[in-house]
Structure formats: C-alpha cells, structure tokens
C-alpha cells in the first residue's frame, strides 16, 4: 500500500508550498485531505490494526469515534526539529487533562525513518503527566523505523519532528482519531465533499462523519447524516438510539 500512498501522493507535493514558521516547519511541505485525494489512504485510514487500537483506547469515552485530521508530511532536508507539543492541546482548555484519551494518532512511514532524517521525536510516558508538565528532552525517544511501518501515539504525548540532516527528504502520513463527540480538527465534511463521500464504503463514510453519535449529535432535519449521502435511511433519530452503530 506505500506505493498506491506515494503515486496518489507525488502528484501533489509538485505545488504544496513549505511552511511559514517553526512549528509547521520552513522545510515541510504538507498534504491535507487524504482521504478525498488517495485511495491508498482510504485503505489505510481504516486498517484493521488500527481500528482494534482505537475501539480499545477511544471506545470507553463515547459510542463511536471519528477521523480527526489527515496529513501528509515531507519533512525537508535541512529541517529543524518541531518544537514539542501534545495534539490534544487543541481540547485542554475545555476538557480537564487526565488520563483518558480525548484523540489518538497515527503515522505511516512511506520512507525509512532515521534519526538523521528527523524520525518523530516522542517522549515516552508523557501522556500521563499533568498539563502543566514540562518535557525533558533529554528522555526523548525517536520512532526509527523502515518504509511502510506505523508509529502510534496518544495526543496527550509530547512529541514533535526531528531535524533531518540528509539531502532526501522524510515522508509519512498521519491520522488521528478523536471521541466523536468533539469537533474534528479537519473539517471532514468540506475535506471530503457529499460527491465524494458517497463513493466511500460506509464504514468509512461513518469515521469521518456521516453517522450521528448518539443520541443526536451531528443529526440533519432530525435525521442521520446518511440521509445527505442518499442511503436510502430517512427515519427520525429517536431517544433509544445508542451503541456504535447508527
């Protein structure tokens, strides 16, 4: 599946420009909309390891989880490592800080990871610290790891990009999983247009958002969102209505 990423992926990285500043990064160029872009990421996005890990880790805090973000990253070469931060920051301001998972993260590496290329930096134990925790760098870790494997982190793990020393750029595509009563990051529905969506399987076309969380979150007219892809589902939510599925 590296291949299908990399071929839906080359076209792109022609015209994303590299970042503006030391967080996104100088060097790094950046792809959202991986699902609606590459099939290879569809595939991915749902692989059957990682939904085990997320049914295990988000399940317990909600009925159904959804797809929080997308993102193709080609770190450059001369890049400077990212300075550390925790995902879940996005939340902390509103959702105390604790030892359950609000968002789950994931990275495909499409070429080797290495210490001189920048591999993610994570520190490891940190997503049972407080938010007023200060990382240590010195405890870092890096994620080496060969072409077509996968890293998997909480969002309340500090972590960032190394610096990549080589001339070749590092590449990975990242998701991340979020309880599905929490506004995804990635605004999926205008990632992946209604004229997309509908040629998704409904597995997925449910982890990014066209499934309501019960009882009614993220209903139209009442109905599943479904209904906007025209599945043929046109009943009234009602009040019993609970489990994963919708």
């Not at 590296?2 to 500043?21: F, R």
């Amino acid at each position: 599946m590296t291949d299908e990423v990399e071929a839906d992926l080359e076209p792109h990285w022609e015209t994303i420009p590299t970042g503006n500043s030391d967080f996104i990064g100088f060097q790094t160029q950046r792809a959202p909309q991986l699902i609606a872009i590459s099939e290879g990421c569809r595939v991915l996005a749902e692989h059957p390891l990682v939904m085990a890990v997320m049914d295990r880790v988000l399940l317990p805090m909600c009925k159904r989880y959804r797809l929080h973000v997308t993102n193709g990253i080609r770190v450059g070469p001369d890049e400077t490592p990212q300075m550390l931060h925790r995902d879940d920051e996005l939340f902390r301001g509103y959702v105390p800080h604790d030892r359950r998972q609000l968002l789950t993260n994931m990275i495909w590496a499409m070429s080797d990871f290495t210490a001189a290329n920048g591999a993610t930096r994570i520190l490891p134990g940190s997503h049972t610290g407080s938010e007023d925790t200060v990382p240590d760098e010195e405890d870092l870790v890096q994620a080496e790891m060969p072409r077509g494997s996968l890293a998997l982190y909480h969002g309340s793990t500090f972590h960032g990009a190394g610096r990549n020393t080589t001339d070749q750029p590092r590449t990975g595509v990242l998701f991340g999983y979020s309880l599905g009563w929490l506004r995804q990051e990635e605004n999926q529905y205008l990632a992946v247009p209604p004229d997309v969506a509908q040629t998704l399987p409904k597995s997925l076309q449910e982890l990014i958002g066209y499934a309501v969380h019960p009882l009614f979150l993220g209903g139209v007219d009442q109905r599943d969102p479904s209904t906007v892809l025209g599945d043929g589902t046109d009943a009234l939510l009602e009040p019993a209505e609970s489990g994963k599925g919708s």
